[in-house]
């Protein structure tokens, strides 16, 4: 697939003369600041705001008004604002996104989620949230193990995590709570205890991701064994079921109505526009990201990386896209499938076949991607 480099002002003139739909979905805002970087973590961020958070909203600003000369955004529904950590931003700024730059009351949003970070996220803040809107606040736990927080290079302590998550719930937003399995060092006791403690909590939606790095050590410890991994994936499956959390994407939980409306529109393939550096867009068969650099950005000189797909690469897209969740794919539209390993996987309990549509259970979402590859290959 071939990617092609332009400047903002380059690709706005490409996309007009696509005459593309530019009924968007989704709107995403990616604030890179960050106090410290975790160990873990492949988003991109700097670990410094100072001096530079006036000007990143000035960029920021120039960014939305040129994608409004395309259209009004009348049709955002979700807006998600991510990072980074976003809950680094002082009140005053926090209102200022909306005050400022986004005028948020405009659309007519359905869900509007903020990632925070328990260290940095207080009552103060959070006022300021309500105040532009937000319904969803997702809460970066990752776990309740004060040696295992310190081993992951995180900066906050459990009794911080559980404390911002009673004052979110007090507050009257949904609460999402992320939590990271497959740590080398953690005993399957420490991980069941951080699983029952973030259910204690009650919060409205759960998202467990395995720890994915690059190398085959972390912080100097080899990664545990598949087999570990699928054993703490099959308990965190198997204990939010029991709590009512239906598992509705590979690394998601929530009970009935909190699924995140933003994500699923990821998924479900619509429309969506992002903003800020290493922010991805799509338009129907056009997907571009902003060059990862917050240097360039302050200048309103980055770049965007575009690729155009062809009918063949969308309808792809939509199957993999589609079968990470408890929705499933459609196999009436044209997919060519391998049937022998659609029949084994099924004869496995990896899928189920059901109102012509092909779902993942619970075990196969902990493979897909080599499902995924089977079937396409």
């Not at 992951?152 to 007090?170: C, Q, T, W, Y």
Request: with cysteine; aromatic share 12%; glycine share 6%.
């Amino acid at each position: 697939m071939e990617k092609f480099r332009y400047h903002r002002k380059h690709l706005l003139k490409f996309l007009k003369s696509k005459k593309a739909n530019f009924d968007f979905e989704s709107l995403y805002i990616h604030i890179p600041f960050c106090k410290k970087k975790c160990l873990y973590c492949d988003f991109y961020s700097v670990s410094d705001k100072k001096g530079s958070i006036k000007n990143f909203f000035d960029s920021l600003k120039a960014e939305y008004e040129e994608f409004r000369s395309l259209t009004d955004l009348s049709s955002i529904k979700t807006i998600y604002i991510g990072g980074g950590t976003p809950s680094l931003l002082l009140p005053e700024e926090i209102e200022a996104l909306s005050s400022s730059i986004f005028s948020f009351n405009d659309f007519e949003i359905e869900e509007f989620t903020f990632e925070a970070n328990p260290e940095s996220i207080d009552l103060a803040k959070m006022v300021s949230l309500k105040k532009i809107g937000v319904t969803r606040i997702s809460l970066g736990v990752q776990s309740l193990d004060d040696e295992i927080l310190r081993f992951l290079g995180r900066i906050h302590s459990s009794e911080d995590a559980r404390k911002a998550a009673r004052e979110i719930k007090n507050l009257g937003f949904d609460l999402n709570i992320d939590i990271i399995y497959g740590i080398p060092g953690q005993t399957f006791g420490s991980l069941v205890d951080t699983v029952k403690q973030v259910v204690y909590l009650e919060p409205d939606s759960i998202s467990a991701y395995a720890l994915t790095v690059k190398k085959d050590t972390f912080n100097g410890l080899p990664l545990k064994s598949s087999e570990a991994y699928f054993e703490e994936y099959l308990y965190i499956v198997e204990f939010l079921r029991k709590n009512g959390y239906r598992h509705y994407e590979v690394s998601n939980w929530a009970h009935d109505g909190k699924e995140s409306k933003h994500n699923l529109n990821y998924w479900l393939r619509k429309n969506y526009l992002g903003l800020g550096p290493s922010a991805a867009s799509l338009i129907d068969d056009v997907r571009f990201s902003n060059e990862p650099s917050v240097t360039k950005y302050l200048t309103n000189n980055s770049a965007y990386f575009l690729e155009v797909l062809n009918e063949d690469q969308i309808l792809l897209e939509r199957f993999y896209l589609a079968m990470r969740t408890s929705l499933g794919f459609d196999i009436s539209q044209s997919v060519t499938l391998n049937v022998e390993f659609l029949k084994e996987f099924v004869n496995q309990g990896l899928l189920e076949v059901s109102d012509n549509r092909i779902v993942p259970t619970d075990r196969g979402m902990f493979v897909l991607d080599s499902i995924v590859a089977s079937l396409i290959a």
